[in-house]
Each structure stands twice: as structure tokens, then as C-alpha cells.
């Protein structure tokens, strides 16, 4: 019996780009030139993680080239998704306020949920 492999065409670039006399470059900057290099959609291409050598005017990251733009989506995290606009972000309260929230909700226990228990002194 012979299974048909699912191969997804995938390009992983660690890309050094030289940018003399400019600070940085931006990413989206950086996905128009890697898209029209490789021929792809600017919607197909990933950058991130890269970083400026001291001194200046040289950077160094990765890129990621997919063949299509639902493959980036089912395979990228999604924190990297929503940096390049493929996903909306997920809000919701701060740590802290969720850990407090359930220890709270732990302290009133039963049917009666009042603020707080009120004890009688007979």
C-alpha cells in the first residue's frame, strides 16, 4: 500500500541585509523584497527575529517563504499572524487579574452567592 505524502513548499531563509545609513528596516519593507525575489505573494512570506549587529547597517533574521497564504496560516503561531495583519489579537484580562478573579470565586462556596458571608452572633 502506497500513501501519498502531503508536502507543503516551504523556503526558510536566515537573510543578513545591509542597510547602510538607515537605522533599521522595517518588516513589511523586508516581505516586498523577499516576495517579489521568490516569486510569491507578499501574503505567503514570514519575517522575524531579526536584529541590528552593533555598529549598524547590517541586520540578521529569518524568513519564511510559503506556497500559499492558507498554508502560512495553518503553520505560523499566532502571535505572527497578528503582527502582519492575518489574525486579530485575542484580548483578554492580565494574569493577575484572572488569578484574582479565580481566587476569589473560591472563597464563596454553595447555592447563595452573596457578596460576602455574614455571620450571626447568637
Do not use: C, W
Amino acid at each position: 500500500m502506497i500513501r501519498k505524502a502531503k508536502f507543503i513548499k516551504l523556503i526558510l531563509l536566515s537573510s543578513d541585509v545591509l542597510h547602510p545609513n538607515r537605522a533599521n528596516v522595517s518588516k513589511d519593507e523586508l516581505r516586498d523584497k523577499l516576495s517579489g525575489l521568490y516569486k510569491a505573494n507578499k501574503d505567503e512570506v514570514s519575517v522575524f527575529g531579526f536584529r541590528t549587529q552593533y555598529g549598524g547597517g547590517k541586520s540578521t533574521g529569518f524568513a519564511l517563504v510559503y506556497d500559499s497564504a492558507e498554508a502560512l496560516k495553518k503553520f505560523e503561531p499566532h502571535h505572527r499572524l497578528v503582527r502582519i495583519g492575518a489574525a486579530t489579537k485575542i484580548e483578554k484580562a492580565s494574569r493577575q487579574q484572572r488569578k484574582q478573579r479565580k481566587n476569589r470565586s473560591k472563597k464563596f462556596r454553595g447555592t447563595a452567592k452573596t457578596k460576602g458571608p455574614k455571620k450571626s452572633k447568637d
